[in-house]
C-alpha cells in the first residue's frame, strides 16, 4: 500500500494514498479500534450541510474568500452526492464531543476542495481548521449536526412511514366498521365491540405519535452553532449564528433558528431526550399492534384466528405447512431495541459535565439508529402484513356467539346478581345464555332476544 505523509499539531502521519482524510483522522482511526459502528451517514451528511452554511456565512461576512467558500462548497456537494462515502472511516467510539468526526470531515472537504480548486487553475488553498472549520469547535458543530441529521431522519423518514401505516390502518377500520366481535380484557371475553372499532385503536396510537414525534422534533430545531468552545463564542462573529442558520435552513426546507443559550446547548440534550422519549411511545404503540394482530391471527385452527394474515414464508424447518406472524415478530425486536437505545440516551444525556457533554456520538447513533430501524419496520408490517389482514367473519361470529359476557347486557334489566348468576350457570351447566336465563327463570326467550343484541352493545344507548 502506498502513503501519503500528513502533519497535525503532533507531527507526522502516514495516510493511504488512496484516501481523502488528513492526520487526526489517521490517528483517530489508529487510536480507537473499537466495534463495528460507524458514526451514522445521516451525522456526515448534516456536517456536509453545515460546512457549506458556515462557509456561505463567513463569506458573507467578508472573513472568507469567495473562491475557497467555493471550493467548500463543491465538496460538501460531493459529500451529499455519496461521492466520497468511503473516506468517512472513523467509528462512534471515539472522543466524546465528535471531535475527530468533524475533522475528518474538515480534512475531506479540505482535500477534495484543493483538488477542485487545482482544476481551476487557482492558487488558493483551504485548510480543514483555518478555513473549513473558521468560527467554529468540534463542541458546538457536533451538536448542530447531531440537530439536523435527527430532525431530516424524523421528518423526513420516520413521519411518512408512520403516515403510510396509518392510512392502511384507516382502510382496515373503515372496512370492518360493521363486523360485530367479542372484544377481551386481561385475555379473558369482555363486551362486543367491532373489529373496525378495534383497528381504531391502533389508528389513533399512529395519530397521536404523528403529532408527539412533530412537536418533539421542532425543540431539535435550536442550533448550538456559534456557541463555539464554551458557548461564549469566541472566535466567532457576533452574527455568524444566525447567518448559518439562516443557511441550512434555506438549504433543508426547515426552519433552524440559533439557540437562545449556547451554554445549555453545548452541554444538555434534553430535546434529543424528548424526541426519542416521542419515539419510544410509538414503539410502544407499536408493540401493542403487533401483538394485537398476531394473538387475532393465532391458529389457524387452535388459536383465536379471527383474522387472517399474509403467509409470507415457511414458518418451521421441521413442522411442514406452519406459516408465523414473522413481521409482527421483527417489529417486536426492533421494539425491544429501541427501548434499549432510549435507556442509553437518557444514560448519556445525563452526563453533561461543566460546560461539555462528552456522549455526543452515543447519542447520536441510538437516536438514528431508532429511527431507521422503527421506521423500517414500519413500513415492512405494512406492505407484508397490515395490508393484508382480512376478517374470519365465521370464527368471529363462534366466537362472539360462545361468549358469555354478552350477559352484560342484561345488567339494567334483571340486575348485576342475576346476570351473573346466568353466567356462571350457564358455563357450568355447558349451556347457551338463553338456555339458561329461562331455565332460572329470569327473562323468557323473547325477553332475552328483546335484551340481548350485539351490535347494540357496540354503543352507549340512552
Not at 69 to 83: Q, S
Not at 124 to 152: C, G, W
Not at 166 to 183: H, P
Not at 295 to 315: F, K, M, Q, V, Y
Amino acid at each position: 500500500m502506498e502513503f501519503r505523509i500528513e502533519k497535525d499539531t503532533l507531527g507526522e502521519v502516514k495516510v493511504p494514498a488512496d484516501k481523502f482524510w488528513g492526520a487526526q483522522t489517521e490517528r483517530s482511526k489508529q487510536n480507537f479500534p473499537i466495534g463495528n459502528e460507524k458514526m451514522p451517514q445521516e451525522i456526515i451528511r448534516a456536517f456536509a450541510i453545515l460546512k457549506q452554511s458556515t462557509a456561505k456565512a463567513n463569506c458573507e461576512l467578508g472573513l472568507l474568500d469567495k473562491i475557497k467558500a467555493d471550493a467548500i462548497t463543491y465538496a460538501t456537494e460531493e459529500i451529499l452526492a455519496g461521492n466520497v462515502d468511503d473516506h468517512f472511516p472513523l467509528v462512534v467510539w471515539q472522543t466524546g464531543s465528535g471531535t475527530q468526526s468533524n475533522m475528518n470531515v474538515n480534512e475531506v472537504i479540505a482535500f477534495v476542495g484543493n483538488k477542485w480548486l487545482e482544476e481551476q487553475g487557482k492558487e488558493e488553498r483551504i485548510h480543514p481548521n483555518d478555513d473549513v472549520n473558521k468560527s467554529q469547535s468540534s463542541n458546538d458543530t457536533y451538536p448542530t449536526a447531531m440537530h439536523v441529521a435527527f430532525v431530516l431522519k424524523l421528518e423526513d423518514y420516520m413521519l411518512p412511514a408512520v403516515k403510510q401505516l396509518k392510512g392502511t390502518l384507516e382502510e382496515k377500520m373503515n372496512a370492518f366498521m360493521d363486523i360485530v366481535k367479542i372484544g377481551r380484557t386481561h385475555l379473558q371475553d369482555a363486551t362486543p365491540l367491532t373489529l373496525g372499532q378495534e383497528i381504531s385503536g391502533w389508528h389513533r396510537m399512529l395519530e397521536k405519535a404523528e403529532v408527539m414525534i412533530q412537536e418533539s422534533a421542532n425543540h431539535l430545531k435550536e442550533l448550538a452553532i456559534g456557541g463555539t468552545a464554551v458557548g461564549t463564542g469566541l472566535n466567532a462573529h457576533p452574527d455568524f449564528s444566525n447567518l448559518v442558520c439562516k443557511a441550512i435552513s434555506e438549504y433543508t426546507g426547515k426552519e433552524f433558528t440559533s439557540a437562545s443559550n449556547k451554554f445549555h446547548s453545548l452541554t444538555s440534550y434534553d430535546e434529543a431526550v424528548y424526541a426519542h422519549g416521542a419515539l419510544k411511545a410509538l414503539a410502544a404503540d407499536m408493540m401493542k399492534i403487533a401483538n394485537d394482530v398476531r394473538w387475532l391471527a393465532s391458529g389457524p385452527r387452535c388459536g383465536i384466528g379471527e383474522i387472517t394474515i399474509p403467509a409470507n414464508e415457511p414458518g418451521s424447518s421441521i413442522m411442514p405447512g406452519k406459516v408465523n406472524p414473522t413481521q409482527s415478530e421483527s417489529v417486536t425486536m426492533v421494539v425491544t431495541q429501541v427501548m434499549g437505545n432510549d435507556a442509553a440516551i437518557g444514560f448519556a444525556a445525563s452526563q453533561g459535565n461543566f460546560e461539555l457533554n462528552v456522549f455526543k456520538p452515543v447519542i447520536a447513533y441510538n437516536f438514528l439508529q431508532s429511527c431507521q430501524i422503527l421506521a423500517d419496520s414500519i413500513v415492512s408490517f405494512d406492505l407484508r402484513c397490515a395490508q393484508g389482514i382480512e376478517a374470519d367473519r365465521e370464527k368471529i361470529e363462534k366466537n362472539l356467539n360462545d361468549s358469555l359476557m354478552l350477559v352484560t347486557a342484561l345488567n339494567p334489566h334483571i340486575g348485576y346478581y342475576n346476570a351473573a348468576k346466568i353466567a356462571q350457570t350457564a358455563y357450568e351447566d355447558n349451556a347457551t345464555l338463553k338456555e339458561t336465563a329461562v331455565k332460572l327463570g329470569l327473562l323468557t326467550e323473547e325477553e332475552f332476544d328483546k335484551f340481548v343484541i350485539p351490535e347494540e352493545m357496540t354503543y352507549p344507548k340512552a
